[in-house]
């Protein structure tokens, strides 16, 4: 079984960025889709941003062109740049795979907290 592990989260201000990484245990970046879900406390877990093992990348409308989902093969980590965060992006974000397979099991996440 993978194991992934997220990290880079914490408080910023509005209009501020971070870097989320998420470390995964074994090699499968060029076999799987992965995305970036997000939960906000009493909301579903929605998928924000996703990458096919061929590199293509998609996002959801509501971070397009803020957010950049990108990946290292050989370091087996994927990364979510988050440029001009807004307080509405305040949640609990996961890496999982992204497509028609099951997902992994989760892990922690990572908590990100925007402030007005």
């Known amino acids: 079984q993978v194991q992934l592990v997220e990290s880079g989260g914490g408080l910023v201000q509005a209009g501020g960025s971070l870097r989320l990484s998420c470390a995964a245990s074994?090699?499968?970046?060029?076999?799987?889709?992965m995305g970036w879900y997000r939960q906000a406390p009493g909301k579903q877990r929605d998928l924000v941003a996703r990458i096919t093992p061929g590199g293509m990348t998609t996002y959801t409308m509501s971070v397009k062109g803020r957010f950049t989902i990108s990946r290292d093969t050989a370091k087996r980590t994927l990364y979510l740049e988050m440029n001009n965060l807004k307080p509405e992006d305040t949640a609990v974000y996961f890496c999982?795979?992204?497509?028609?397979?099951?997902?992994?099991?989760w892990g922690q996440g990572t908590q990100v907290t925007v402030s007005s």
């Open positions: 999982n795979v992204a497509g028609t397979s099951a997902p992994l099991p």
């Open positions: 074994r090699s499968i970046f060029s076999s799987y889709g």
